[in-house]
């Protein structure tokens, strides 16, 4: 079956970076679209970025100029690295495939999410 597995989380300074990875296991023949979404406490959950797997990336105005997503097709994984950190990044961070092709045809996959913190 297949499962995305994120890693990367943890507790970082304002200011900080940290790299989220997720890598995408199971009888997976493609991935059309990997993403980061988040959610914030008392928060819905939003869009962060996403990738294609021609290339195209796309980001919430709130995070464009600090992350950055990228996507190693070979390894079915895609990175966020996330650049100056605010406070207001704090949130569980969740992996999602979209087309995600098998056998039984395309669907959607989320993980499990991991935990960002930015704190002083």
């Known amino acids: 079956q297949v499962q995305l597995v994120e890693s990367g989380g943890g507790l970082v300074q304002p200011g900080g970076s940290l790299r989220l990875s997720c890598a995408a296991s199971?009888?997976?023949?493609?991935?059309?679209?990997m993403a980061w979404y988040r959610q914030a406490p008392g928060k819905q959950r939003e869009l962060v970025a996403n990738?294609?797997?021609?290339?195209?990336?796309n980001y919430a105005d709130s995070v464009k100029g600090r992350f950055a997503i990228s996507r190693d097709n070979a390894k079915n994984t895609v990175y966020l690295q996330m650049n100056g950190l605010k406070p207001e990044d704090t949130a569980v961070y969740y992996c999602n495939g979209e087309g995600v092709m098998t056998i039984l045809g395309g669907m959607t996959f989320w993980g499990k999410g991991t935990l960002v913190t930015v704190s002083s």
């Open positions: 199971g009888p997976i023949l493609s991935i059309h679209t």
């Open positions: 990738g294609t797997s021609d290339g195209s990336t």
